[in-house]
């Protein structure tokens, strides 16, 4: 649709034109002097797919698959889902549309990953370097996920009647159904994979972030295009990057990243320096402009309160707490109230992306453990024997 016309003054219109009214204009030449100081600095790029870096000073960019385009990350999220698939199910049913087509379509797709699945999958094929030493573990658990599903999901084909909220969340997600050969519910394997997934993303950025050696000090990041659904990850603390990035590199000052989700987020075909070099000015030159009028601010209005960046929100909860209005911190790997609570607000919070309710305490765990991978308790996972299908005590 065509941008409506209207009558303006010319004399107001080229008032205004004189401070946003293209490249000749008073905000264009500011917004570009302040490209050309912050020229030479490390400048990041994520998106929901990818991380670019433009080292400065010449030097060669270069980029890193992220998240959808890694291999481990579709695996894992594929487990985690069924927990809301089934939910999703019982909701279908409430609402009188078909369900049962779906349910055997679900049904279908977990024997057939059932089939697929073994430890030589995720050693060989996976092959994630996060997972090293756990492929067994990994391989067992998803064994677990999906004969749980199988049983649960046969059980409501053959008596419709039970498939209820309530019934999938006593029966499924907190204790499996009565007879069953396992006592792990399903919301301990949604965070396992969704910690895995988050653990596999802040290893491989350290990484690779390693050769680089950047001035966190002074880089600029930016975090552009849509990540999950429309309304998510738009403010610091929901989005998962930065999660991941504040928890493993804390030097890095949070005014220096920007989050622009109608930015320009380029597929590239390849990771190649020449694919990424024409986009370098147009990723510096929205940062600065983002950095240029929070300068604005700090030096028109002294004396006034500043805008500063609020950390450590996460509130902690107790089973006396009945809502929240973030993700609430993690005190051990065993608070399975906070997060099971995660899991309950990346659901309803239209900010959040499910895929990220553990994936900052992920990198955290990984960052305090000085980057040992063996160190790591992945919660859901390590201290459970899913042959068994029971913890281990």
Known sequence: MARRQVDQNPAFLSLFSAYTGGPNSL??????????TQASNPMIVCTATYIAI??????????LPFRVLTKGFIELT??????????????MKAHNKDWK???QELLDATRAVKGANSESFWKDFVAGEAFVGREASIAAMTNYACDMTIHFLETVLADPDKLTARFVQDTFLETPLPGWNGTI????????????????????MQNWFKQFNIDWKNAQVLITGQVGRPSAGVTFSTNSIVGVLTQSFPEFPLERLYIAPHGPAPEFQNGTADSLRPYESQFRELWSSLLAYAELGAEMFVGYPAFKIQENIHPVINSSTTAVSELPKITAPDDWFSMITRLRV?????????SACVTDYAAQQLYENGFDLAKVTVTGLDGYDYVSGRAMT
């Open 78 to 91: 594929a487990i985690s889902h069924i927990g809301p698939a089934i939910a999703t199910l019982a909701q």
């Open 54 to 63: 433009y080292p400065g000073n010449g030097q060669e960019p270069s980029m």
């Open 185 to 204: 519910s399903y919301n301990k394997i949604m965070i396992a994979t969704f910690f895995l997934n988050g653990l596999d993303s802040a290893y491989r």
């Open 346 to 354: 990346t659901l309803e919070d239209a900010r959040q992306t499910l």
């Open 27 to 36: 905000g264009y030449k500011y917004r570009t002097a302040i490209t050309e």
């Open 101 to 103: 087509t779906h349910a």
